[in-house]
């Protein structure tokens, strides 16, 4: 019985060896397994203010970006009111030419854009009149050049309000003030903008 007990024993002193010894394993497994955890965690912390780091440096850029463009828009937008006004202005100033100087440029533009010299010229109601007088030396000078010299007064065109719109056989042809001024425009802009904003 005694060797019974004694083999008991042993195998217990064993068991509890093997359990420690399983338990001294599990847990250097366990700190290593936590030092791992804890080193991922650590890197992965890491990575999320790095990304958030590049993130903000990302949105920093996209925000100024933004409001650069917008600046330049503002500006361009400004400048675009600026150069309309002037625009606008040079249109009243060709509206309210003295009558001399409106006369010479109805001529000129008449005697450009007749075809046959027997067009009918509808001019707007302000213009009316000086148009009714200068017709016949436009016309005498129509019929030195070789043409008819017959340009008619029409109807008064209700649509502009300066210049005429000369009416022909196949042709129509605009030289309303507003017409005239759309012409120069695209050219007059730069040079406006030079002027206001050199």
């Known amino acids: 019985m005694g060797d019974l007990n004694a083999l008991i024993n042993g195998i217990i002193e064993e068991a509890k060896a093997e359990a420690a010894r399983i338990k001294s394993e599990a847990e250097g497994r366990a700190a290593v397994i936590l030092d791992e955890a804890k080193r991922a965690a650590a890197e992965r912390r890491r990575e999320i203010v790095r990304a958030g780091d590049q993130e903000a440096t990302e949105r920093r850029r996209r925000i100024e970006i933004t409001s650069e463009l917008d600046q330049k828009r503002d500006l361009l937008t400004a400048k675009g009111r600026v150069i309309d006004e002037a625009v606008a202005l040079a249109l009243q100033k060709l509206y309210n030419l003295p009558q001399d ?14 075809e046959s010299g027997a067009e009918e010229i509808r001019p707007a109601a302000a213009d009316k009149a000086l148009l009714e007088k200068i017709l016949p030396k436009v016309n005498s000078a129509l019929q030195a050049k070789g043409l008819s010299g017959q340009l008619r007064l029409g109807p008064v ?10 009416v022909g056989g196949h042709f129509q042809a605009d030289n309303s003030i507003e017409s005239m001024m759309l012409s120069i425009k695209n050219d007059l802009i730069p040079e406006v903008a030079k002027v206001l904003f050199a």
């Open 101 to 114: 100087q409106k006369a010479a440029l109805f001529s000129a533009s008449m005697l450009e854009s007749v």
């Open 157 to 166: 065109e209700p649509g502009i309000q300066g210049g005429f719109i000369i």
